[in-house]
């Protein structure tokens, strides 16, 4: 998506700003030349070794120009918006060779471009390529030629660039045979050994806010200085604050003794479970054995017991840690696991002492979710329980998986061994039939990373692990739309159940009309990314599939109760279908219109679904299209509506329909768009360009419209949120809320934990915490602007002083916790200034290291203000030394 992309990413907007427009496509500038016949004689035709000179010696550099639109943007698409990039290609060595090509990512369809030696032109989704026009000269030594294109909206992030450009032979060699395609290495993605992080050292760093920041000339956005960071961190003080006696989430209700005891667990703890099944508890034990808390027989009384209480939520639970002993009692087993949860949470790093305290919890939502996007590109499953351990450890129990979109299918289904076969890998393979294209940087390998899938093992051992922390696992392979993967995969089934002349199998799970005619776009132009929903084997192929995965949870112990079908952004698919033109004309289920296709395919698939006994879960854009009296008494909407273009009302209509409305809003809890507004932070941004931690923690969920009086749009603009017309039904409320990490340009397990952590910790605390300072809904309709003060003075200081706590917990405590668990969190930039000539700086997680380094001299420890010379350099440092935040530069003369 998204979205979600989409989820997917700030390519939605397409959708709406472009105004239902569904025949989106690139235009390409036409270069006629004369061929030059001396000049065409002295080149030669590609080879082996050419094509591995190519790639070894051809220097490429990608520069956004500016992001300023000019009467060559196209007029009618993206509202005239455009941006700029200059890409030089620069030939270390000399190249003589015709005949060869190169394919590379773009994530918006380029428009146009101006070069006399090249052609470029958009194949598929964010694939485009460059061709040698009939006057390529080749390359002298070291010579450079440059290449100006323009495409639709805007880049401002030097992590929108994509990596792995593959260059390629047009023909085969003189034999026969293809010429195998190479990366061009100066377009490989790099890792920073000081950071970690991914490099792009293709990508010209931006220089000029105004052309490259920002959006259009309306955009208030500021470029994050380290002075600006520094003036926003002074509000978490110059002292540390005293966590040790502080859980995340926090608790209910929590008494701390008012003499400040402790408890020593340092010879470990010795359980008692009654009638609790150990197993339900196993894991979190193990996690306060890594900490350091090891079960033994001389170690403190620790009673175990549930207690059925039907006036408090599943997962609730009772605390307490007296001089001698330690008690918990949960309404359930995920309750004395959320309780054990707690003790562990009480823990500082290296000590075995925690506060004598009573807690009575329960959580703010049931529903408290995390989607994890592994189709765009692969998550290992290893990565995947590490995630687990820490979700459990912090309250959360959803895990929305999103398994199949249009770039790969990441789960074994055994009935159909081409879905994995062919979708989950992606190599240089236009035709898409050993492997999908090679979309979003892929490269050629297909034991790259960016590929693979869970075989059935694979996935049951995920699912264990979640039932064994209290986790259900929501299984997504999305559908009609984002589902490339899928058709492509049953095309290579058709036809090879075709030439063995099997007709019956050839079209038994077939996902398109091959004489459909339709043009289209999806949201990440696609133009055969859509299932066809007129087809009979369309619906087999979901039966087929849903059957298998029920099968498979129930062989991991985790029945499949719920699956989320996806059922967002189809883009105009269908129209000039024979197959949907026959279904229309022959009012077939009640289907008399083309635009009332997306709406029956979702109640089809919801009946099928119900007659497997599993409910529906979609999102809200694809939802709000369908019947309620043809939809299943249960539904479970995704609502991913953005706030600043007044989103809250769908949220609302669909609230009001009585369904499990779970709000996934694009303006904070999407993971995979930037913490801080500046080009090198990593993430799309088309709702949001700064989405740090703090801004997850001010999120108040029961009452989205307020948030107009304190956040800004996506361009640091004002907005009005009018709740008048679509109030919530009194005594509507949601069913939970779930953060979002899509992948698109997700490229490994570490950046994926690196946008996650610290995020989650926020995203735990306002799935279980309802806040004081919170605004509560005004069920009869209000509108909310910069100058209304429901969100009043107050309620900020009350704000204000918790967030103070909240960070230094996670500043002393949790990520102190993550690096013993080998989780690769976000370090966050030093906010610093030079007052007088004295270095000033701070953090925005008190209790994290701060490294300073005057000109080329040794890395220092930052304690408190020192006096420096010249130019200073800020960092800061894991816990474990071996990592580092981005180094930002201050000058001595800003004062």
Same mark, same amino acid.
């Given at each position: 998506m998204y979205k979600h992309s989409i989820s997917l990413a700030f390519l939605t907007i397409l959708t709406i700003s472009s105004c239902g427009k569904t025949g989106i496509k690139s235009q390409e500038v036409s270069n006629e030349v004369k061929i030059d016949d001396a000049v065409t004689a002295q080149l030669t035709v590609v080879n082996t070794d050419d094509i591995s000179n190519i790639a070894n010696n051809l220097q490429v550099k990608h520069r956004v120009v500016t992001n300023i639109p000019s009467d060559k943007c196209q007029q009618d698409i993206a509202d005239g918006n455009c941006f700029e990039v200059e890409l030089t290609l620069t030939a270390k060595q000399a190249i003589s060779a015709n005949g060869w090509q190169i394919n590379f990512s773009q994530i918006a369809p380029i428009q146009s471009f101006e070069s006399t030696e090249f052609s470029v032109k958009h194949i598929n989704g964010d694939l485009h390529q460059i061709s040698l026009s009939d006057n390529f000269k080749g390359f002298a030594e070291n010579e450079t030629k440059h290449i100006l294109y323009r495409a639709m909206f805007w880049s401002l992030s030097e992590t929108d660039a994509i990596p792995n450009y593959t260059v390629s032979a047009v023909n085969r060699n003189s034999a026969g045979k293809a010429i195998k395609p190479e990366v061009i290495k100066s377009t490989m993605a790099g890792i920073d050994s000081a950071t970690g992080l991914e490099t792009l050292p293709f990508v010209v760093p931006f220089t000029d806010p105004e052309k490259q920041f920002k959006r259009t000339a309306n955009d208030k956005t500021q470029w994050l200085s380290s002075a600006e960071l520094y003036q926003r961190n002074l509000k978490l003080g110059d002292k540390l604050v005293d966590v040790s006696d502080k859980v995340i989430p926090t608790p209910k209700q929590m008494i701390v003794d008012s003499h400040f005891q402790t408890l020593d667990l340092g010879q470990g703890i010795n359980v008692s479970y009654n009638k609790l099944a150990p197993a339900k508890v196993d894991a979190a034990l193990k996690r306060l054995a890594r900490l350091g808390v090891k079960q033994a027989p001389s170690g403190v009384s620790t009673t175990l017991s549930i207690v059925a209480d039907s006036t408090k939520l599943l997962g609730s639970y009772q605390l307490n840690v007296s001089k001698q002993a330690i008690e918990i009692i949960g309404v359930d087993s995920a309750g004395v696991f959320n309780g054990l949860q707690s003790l562990a949470s009480l823990m500082m790093p290296n000590s075995l002492q925690v506060a004598q305290v009573r807690i009575d919890d329960e959580p703010h939502y049931q529903f408290r979710g995390l989607l994890v996007d592994v189709a765009r590109n692969f998550h290992s499953k290893a990565f995947i329980l590490r995630l687990l351990d820490q979700m459990a450890a912090y309250k959360l129990n959803k895990l929305h998986l999103h398994l199949g979109d249009d770039e790969g299918w990441r789960l074994e289904i055994p009935s159909l061994p081409e879905l994995t076969q062919v979708s989950a890998n992606r190599c240089f393979d236009l035709s898409d039939q050993i492997c999908l294209? #090679?979309?979003?940087? %892929?490269?050629?390998?297909?034991?790259?990373?960016? *590929? =693979? +899938?869970? !075989?059935? %093992?694979?996935?049951?051992?995920?699912?264990?692990?979640?039932?064994?922390r209290h986790i259900q696992v929501i299984p997504s392979l999305d559908m009609p739309g984002h589902s490339r993967a899928a058709i492509k995969a049953m095309a290579a089934r058709t036809k090879k +159940?075709?030439?063995?002349?099997? &007709?019956?199998? !050839?079209? @038994?799970?077939?996902? +398109?009309? $091959?004489?459909?005619?339709?043009?289209?776009?999806?949201?990440?132009?696609?133009?055969? *990314?859509?299932?066809?929903?007129?087809?009979?084997? !369309? +619906?087999?192929?979901?039966?087929?599939?849903?059957?298998?995965?029920?099968?498979?949870?129930?062989?991991? =112990?985790? $029945?499949?109760?719920r699956y989320h079908i996806g059922a967002d952004e189809t883009a105009g698919a269908w129209v000039d279908s024979p197959a949907c033109k026959a279904f229309v004309a022959n009012n077939n289920y009640g289907v008399n219109d083309m635009s009332e296709l997306g709406a029956y395919f979702i109640e089809r698939v919801a009946s099928i679904l119900s007659d497997l006994d599993i409910e529906t879960a979609g999102w809200s854009d694809g939802l709000s299209h369908t019947r309620k009296e043809n939809m299943p008494a249960i539904v479970q909407s995704n609502a991913w509506d953005v706030l600043f273009w007044g989103g809250h009302e769908k949220v609302h209509e669909l609230t009001n329909r009585d369904w499990q409305v779970v709000i996934s809003? $694009?303006?904070?809890?999407?993971?995979?768009? $930037?913490?801080?507004?500046? #080009?090198?932070?990593?993430g799309y941004y088309w709702a949001s360009r700064h989405t740090n931690t703090e801004k997850v923690f001010q999120f108040m969920p029961d009452n989205l419209p307020v948030h107009?009086?304190?956040?800004?749009?996506? &361009?640091? *603009? #004002?907005?009005?949120?009018?709740?008048?017309? !679509?109030?919530?039904?009194?005594?509507?409320?949601?069913?939970?809320? @779930? =953060?979002?990490?899509?992948?698109?340009?997700?490229?490994?397990?570490?950046?994926?934990?690196?946008?996650?952590? #610290?995020?989650?910790?926020?995203? %735990?605390?306002?799935?279980?915490?309802?806040?004081n300072w919170a605004v509560p809904y005004n069920y009869q309709g209000a509108q909310y602007n910069q100058n209304t003060n429901e969100f009043s003075k107050e309620r900020q200081v009350q704000r204000e002083k918790q967030w103070r706590t909240f960070a230094n917990i996670i500043g002393q405590k949790s990520l102190a916790k993550l690096e013993e668990s080998q989780v690769f969190y976000r370090l966050p930039n030093v906010g610093a200034t030079i007052v007088g000539g004295e270095l000033r700086a701070n953090i925005a997680f008190p209790g994290l290291m701060i490294e300073y380094q005057e000109a080329s001299g040794a890395w220092k420890s930052y304690q408190h203000p020192v006096k420096v010379s010249g130019n200073v350099s800020v960092r800061s440092r894991s816990f474990d030394g071996k990592r580092s935040s981005k180094i930002s530069v201050i000058e001595h003369n800003n004062q």
């Open positions: 294209q #090679p979309q979003l940087g %892929a490269g050629i390998e297909q034991k790259s990373s960016v *590929n =693979g +899938y869970y !075989s059935v %093992a694979d996935y049951q051992e995920i699912l264990k692990a979640a039932s064994a +159940y075709a030439i063995a002349e099997n &007709e019956e199998k !050839s079209q @038994q799970f077939n996902l +398109y009309d $091959p004489l459909d005619t339709t043009k289209y776009s999806s949201v990440q132009f696609y133009n055969d *990314n859509t299932i066809n929903v007129c087809l009979e084997s !369309s +619906y087999a192929f979901v039966h087929e599939v849903m059957t298998q995965v029920k099968q498979i949870h129930a062989e991991a =112990g985790q $029945p499949l109760t809003s $694009p303006d904070v809890l999407y993971f995979d768009f $930037p913490y801080e507004a500046d #080009p090198k932070e990593h107009a009086e304190i956040w800004l749009d996506r &361009e640091d *603009n #004002p907005y009005i949120a009018d709740d008048r017309k !679509s109030p919530l039904a009194k005594g509507k409320t949601f069913y939970g809320i @779930q =953060g979002q990490l899509w992948s698109e340009n997700t490229r490994s397990d570490t950046m994926a934990e690196y946008k996650i952590f #610290p995020r989650l910790y926020a995203l %735990a605390e306002r799935a279980w915490h309802k806040a």
